[in-house]
């Protein structure tokens, strides 16, 4: 069989895409501008002055608190869609007073004072929806979920127990109250319950998962620095290793010089004329040791950050002078 051929006129021709479409190169302008100006933010809201380790724990703060701080315009517009002025008062209150916290925290610098206030905000806040929404019926509840999670990651392992336990036992409050039939007044409709229960479940997975996504940020934001801290503690240790290398040729040039014209002298191969500029020779690298011995020291400086610069006097023909007395002393 004879196979087709293509007419020569013919040819597939397809069109050229470009690396990059004009929106993305917007889109990544955009992105970087955003990160920019909250970057900026950020640096803004830290409390100046504090060590590596406040430091960090300051950046945790404000990260929870801005994540809390997300979610309180959405629900007070919540409640007062679905007629609840009273609790949108409360996440209002909450949101006033996370913004205060904020603003004390970087005049201030007491993190473990901002730390508690965002964790007992929170504790307040559920227990303010749960009392105005019906107690073990109220959506409320289920945001002590998030507890724990604040109270570690801001105060530590013993305050996350303790957050877990105050949890529990308002919640235990509510539901004993429930089967005692103790009848707590609800704001919502019933309408206006189930619409706040479907919100408020999407919201706390979704803040779930912001508070998670902060911390794992906040904690890999420090493995870097400790990595980092450990890259530049190993340049600065094998520098100390090539410094004292050097520093053994260096040691020994002037005693070499000072040994020779000691022999010398003690050999009587110096005329009498001659010894005082031996013994200058020697003086002068006695000196010279000195200095490098005293640079060695110096390390302890340097590495403690004490060191300091001096400005002082030199004769380059001094230098050449003993150079060339060294490697007289050693002919």
């Not at 021709?13 to 990160?35: C, H, M, T, W, Y």
């Not at 609800?186 to 479940?201: A, M």
Request: glycine letters at 8%; a positive charge; proline letters at 6%.
């Amino acid at each position: 069989m004879r196979a087709r051929q293509r007419p020569p006129g013919l040819r597939c021709r397809f069109p050229r895409i470009p690396s990059r479409q004009p929106d993305e190169e917007n889109l990544n302008a955009f992105e970087a501008i955003i990160v920019r100006e909250f970057g900026r933010f950020w640096r803004w809201l830290r409390p100046p002055g504090l060590d590596p380790i406040a430091l960090r724990r300051a950046d945790r703060v404000l990260g929870f608190s801005l994540a809390l701080m997300g979610f309180c315009p959405l629900f007070v517009g919540i409640f007062l869609y679905c007629r609840a002025p009273v609790s949108a008062l409360v996440v209002g209150t909450a949101l006033a007073t996370l913004l205060l916290n904020l603003l004390v925290l970087r005049r201030s610098g007491a993190v473990q004072s901002a730390a508690l206030t965002v964790a007992v905000t929170a504790w307040l806040t559920y227990t303010g929806l749960a009392l105005l929404q019906g107690g073990h019926a109220s959506p409320g509840l289920m945001w002590y979920a998030t507890l724990p999670i604040i109270s570690v990651a801001l105060l530590g392992p013993r305050s996350g127990w303790w957050g877990w336990l105050l949890g529990a036992a308002i919640v235990t409050g509510f539901y004993l109250a429930s089967i005692n039939r103790v009848v707590i007044p609800c704001e919502l409709s019933v309408r206006g319950l189930h619409f706040v229960e479907y919100t408020g479940l999407l919201g706390l997975m979704l803040c779930t998962l912001a508070l998670t996504a902060t911390f794992n940020a906040m904690e890999a934001a420090a493995q870097r620095q400790i990595g980092e801290a450990l890259d530049h503690a190993m340049v600065a240790d094998r520098t100390k290793g090539e410094f004292l290398a050097n520093m053994s040729h260096e040691i020994r040039t002037p005693l070499n010089a000072m040994l020779g014209f000691a022999e010398l002298l003690l050999d009587g191969a110096v005329e009498p004329d001659e010894a005082p500029d031996a013994l200058r020779t020697i003086k002068r690298n006695g000196e010279h040791l000195l200095r490098i011995i005293s640079d060695i020291l110096d390390l302890s400086k340097i590495e403690s950050g004490q060191m300091t610069l001096e400005q002082l006097p030199c004769d380059p023909a001094g230098v050449i002078r003993d150079r060339t007395s060294c490697s007289t002393s050693r002919m």
